[in-house]
């Protein structure tokens, strides 16, 4: 079955460094989703990419679609303390239902 | 707008005992789902409704989970009897459209803690 791998797990930075997960699918998606999800809530939908190669921006938050669509990344620019939470994509294939990856967790440390 | 909302927020059982979850979707949102989230993994999905038409179910334990929809509205999640190894996050999203066509929208998940 479809799944799709995030690393790493964890991440601990000094406030004002850059950050970014990765996220790897074994087959190719027709897109994939990007969450986020603070201690003790839901997670929050940020963006979705679709198309080979596409990158979007939202202020300092940079994603990333690979060619083959197997592949994406979150790049976060300056981090705040604000940005404290997991980070979830997650892959659909076709019409189905996106499958989430395991998810990385940012530490900001002050 | 009011967002997703489910209930119980919190609920401690012992393990042998019933529990149900109840969720109303945005209103509009044809599609309804069920997560399961353990702690320190991703949401993966226990069922997901059309409507009131269940259309992905196969991952739900069926011999201790069911699922309702009535009126393609309210929907509830049931564990009957409740195990050990149930103790999780149960989350709750609806979308506007059918099939994948889009963000998901989270309630805020019932924690469940089986004793």
């Known amino acids: 079955g479809q799944q799709v791998m995030q690393i790493p797990q964890y991440q601990h930075v000094q406030e004002g460094e850059d950050f970014t997960t990765y996220c790897n699918s074994s087959?190719?998606?027709?897109?994939i989703q990007w969450y986020k999800q603070r201690p003790g809530g839901h997670p929050v939908f940020l963006i979705q990419l679709v198309k080979s190669g596409e990158v979007k921006k939202q202020k300092r938050l940079t994603f990333q679609f690979g060619e083959a669509k197997k592949n994406s990344s979150l790049h976060i620019t300056a981090t705040q303390t604000t940005d404290v939470g997991t980070y979830f994509c997650a892959g659909a294939r076709g019409s189905y239902i996106p499958t989430f990856g395991r998810g990385t967790s940012l530490i900001v440390h002050p | 707008e009011a967002g997703v909302v489910q209930s119980p927020r919190y609920k401690i059982i012992e393990k042998k005992q019933p529990v149900a979850f109840w969720c109303n979707p945005i209103s509009g949102h044809n599609t309804l789902y069920w997560y399961r989230q353990n702690l320190g993994q991703g949401p993966e999905l226990l069922i997901r409704y059309e409507n009131e038409e269940a259309v992905d179910d196969s991952q739900l334990p069926k011999d201790r989970f069911s699922a309702e929809r009535l009126k393609g509205v309210d929907s509830t999640l049931k564990i009957q009897p409740a195990e050990l190894g149930d103790s999780a996050v149960y989350l709750c999203?609806?979308?506007?459209?059918?099939?994948?066509?889009?963000?998901?929208?989270f309630g805020e998940g019932s924690r469940l803690t089986v004793l």
């Open positions: 999203a609806s979308s506007p459209g059918l099939m994948n066509t889009g963000e998901l929208f």
């Open positions: 087959t190719t998606l027709s897109n």
